[in-house]
Nanobody
Framework: QVQLAESGGGLVQAGDSLTLSCAVS????????MGWFRQAPGAEREFVGY????????YYGDSVKGRFTISRDDAKNTVFLQMLSLKPEDTAVYYC??????????????????WGQGTQVTVSS
């Protein structure tokens, strides 16, 4: 089993930065493939990005590419989502997700087995 707990959400203004954390328990980061997703009211869950088992490979959705960065601290077993130049359209509940095995498209929610409870990010204009 893998347990995930996000933190760091909040209310910010457009142009501000925010870093979300996802604390992982039950497995070390080297054994899980981690993703970040977000969901705005009335919208489907959207892929934000992922970081590979080794931590050396990352990939981002088009809407956040160049502004968001995923990193991790193996000693703390924590994954981070650094968000720069935030826009009102970034407002959503942000979730971290994990899978132990590749079983589907890794940019889709169905590719992950474990989810955190989510943390709200609100960007005011």
């Amino acid at each position: 089993q893998v347990q995930l707990a996000e933190s760091g959400g909040g209310l910010v203004q457009a142009g501000d930065s925010l870093t979300l954390s996802c604390a992982v328990s039950g497995r070390t980061l080297s054994s899980v493939f981690m993703g970040w997703f977000r969901q705005a009211p009335g919208a489907e869950r959207e892929f934000v990005g992922y970081i590979s088992w080794s931590g050396t490979s990352t990939y981002y959705g088009d809407s956040v590419k160049g502004r968001f960065t995923i990193s991790r601290d193996d000693a703390k077993n924590t994954v981070f989502l650094q968000m720069l130049s935030l826009k009102p359209e970034d407002t959503a509940v942000y979730y971290c997700a994990a899978t132990l095995f590749m079983k589907g498209p890794i940019t889709a929610a169905g590719g992950y087995d474990y989810w955190g409870q989510g943390t709200q990010v609100t960007v005011s204009s």
